[in-house]
C-alpha cells in the first residue's frame, strides 16, 4: 500500500517551545491530508483537515493558532505546536489521502509528543 | 448527530475465532474502515469496505450492510499477537473519519 511517512517519532520539548511535525506522502500524491491527536485511553480525534495550496479546517474546540498547519505541495503537510504545554503532550497521527484510490487513508507512524 | 458504536473491550482465546462489531450513523457515508492499534503505536490499516457484503483477507474478514448501519470484523485462528485494539471509523459525505473508541481485544492462552 502506499507509505506515509511521518517525522520526528518522538520528540521532549520544553514548555513554551514550538514544535514541528512533519507529514509526507512517499509514493502518491495526496491532495488531503488529516491530523489527529490521540489522548490516553481514547479514540483518535480529528483535529483539521488539510488540503494542498489552501487554508486548513479545524474541528470544533481546536485552537487554530496554537496547532499551525501547513500543506504547501501534494506530498507535505506540517502540524506546528507553538508555544507548547504540558497539556498538549499527546500521540499526534497524521494520515493522506490518495488521490487516485478516492476515499483510501494511510496512516503515518505517528509522534509523541511530551511537554516539559 | 454522527456516532460510531464497538464494544469497550472482549476476551477471546487463542486459536479461536472473535467477532467485533460496529454500529454507525454518519452524514452520508462513503465506507467503512476497520485499524489494528497496538499501545503506543499509529493504528494501522485492515480493511475497508463500502459495498455491502463479506470482504476476506487472510485471517481476517470484515463485513458490512449499509441498510443497518452494520459491519463487523472477524477474526480466525486467534493468535497472541492479535491482542490489540480494534477502530472502526466510517467515511461521511466530507469524506472525513468518525472513529469509535475502540475495542480492546484481549487473547488469552
Known amino acids: 500500500g502506499a507509505v506515509v511517512s511521518q517525522h520526528p517519532s518522538r520528540v521532549i520539548c520544553k514548555s513554551g517551545t514550538s514544535v514541528k511535525i512533519e507529514c509526507r506522502s512517499l509514493?502518491?500524491?495526496?491532495?488531503?491530508m488529516f491530523w489527529y491527536r490521540q489522548f490516553p485511553k481514547q479514540s483518535l480525534m480529528l483535529m483539521a483537515t488539510s488540503n494542498e495550496g489552501s487554508k486548513a479546517t479545524y474541528e470544533q474546540g481546536v485552537e487554530k493558532d496554537k496547532f499551525l498547519i501547513n500543506h504547501a505541495s501534494l506530498t507535505l503537510s506540517t502540524l506546528t505546536v507553538t508555544s507548547a504545554h504540558p497539556e498538549d503532550s499527546s500521540f499526534y497521527i497524521c494520515s493522506a489521502r490518495d488521490t487516485s484510490k478516492d476515499t483510501e487513508a494511510f496512516f503515518g507512524q505517528g509522534t509523541r509528543l511530551t511537554v516539559v | 448527530g454522527q456516532n460510531i458504536d464497538q464494544p469497550t473491550e472482549m476476551t477471546a482465546t487463542e486459536g479461536a475465532i472473535v467477532q467485533i462489531n460496529c454500529t454507525y450513523q454518519?452524514?452520508?457515508?462513503?465506507?467503512l474502515f476497520w485499524y489494528q492499534q497496538h499501545a503506543g503505536e499509529a493504528p494501522t490499516f485492515l480493511s475497508y469496505n463500502v459495498l455491502d457484503g463479506l470482504e476476506e483477507k487472510g485471517r481476517f474478514s470484515s463485513f458490512l450492510s449499509r441498510s443497518k448501519g452494520y459491519s463487523y470484523l472477524l477474526l480466525k485462528e486467534l493468535q497472541m499477537k492479535d491482542s490489540a485494539s480494534y477502530l472502526c471509523?466510517?467515511?461521511?459525505?466530507?469524506?472525513?473519519?468518525?472513529w469509535g473508541a475502540g475495542t480492546k481485544l484481549i487473547i488469552k492462552p
Open positions: 454518519t452524514s452520508g457515508f462513503n465506507g
Open positions: 509514493d502518491f500524491q495526496a491532495t488531503t
Open positions: 471509523a466510517a467515511l461521511d459525505s466530507n469524506y472525513q473519519l468518525i
